[in-house]
């Protein structure tokens, strides 16, 4: 005699794990540095192209800051930082700041 075996599924509980929160890294316009340096500190610290970076460059200059990445708060401050040396080693008094993302 076959005896009937009842399986029953076991719930798995996953801990429910926050996404680290989102900081964006803007850069603000000034009416003295160059727009050939901006441009050249957001290719070399933000990866851009010479085109996007002129685009983002000329938007913080219209509106008076750019959003120029969104990242986690601890990549959103090294090229804060990144950035902020390039300037200050080239005595330029550009800015760049990083805030939550709301």
């Given at each position: 005699m076959a005896k009937?075996?009842?399986?029953?599924p076991k719930t798995?509980?996953?801990p429910k794990v926050e996404k680290p929160r989102l900081y964006k890294v803007l850069l603000h316009n000034?009416?003295?540095t160059p727009?050939?340096?901006?441009?050249i500190v957001l290719k070399v610290?933000?990866?851009m192209s010479e085109e996007t970076g002129y685009r983002m460059m000329m938007t913080a200059h219209?509106?008076?800051s750019a959003v120029v990445v969104v990242c986690t708060r601890e990549i959103a401050e090294t090229k804060v930082t990144e950035a902020m040396d390039l300037a200050k080693e080239?005595?330029?008094p550009l800015l760049?700041?990083?805030e939550p993302e709301e």
């Open positions: 009937d075996t009842v399986l029953t798995v509980t996953k000034d009416d003295y727009r050939d340096f901006v441009t610290v933000f990866r219209k509106f008076g080239a005595g330029m760049f700041t990083a």
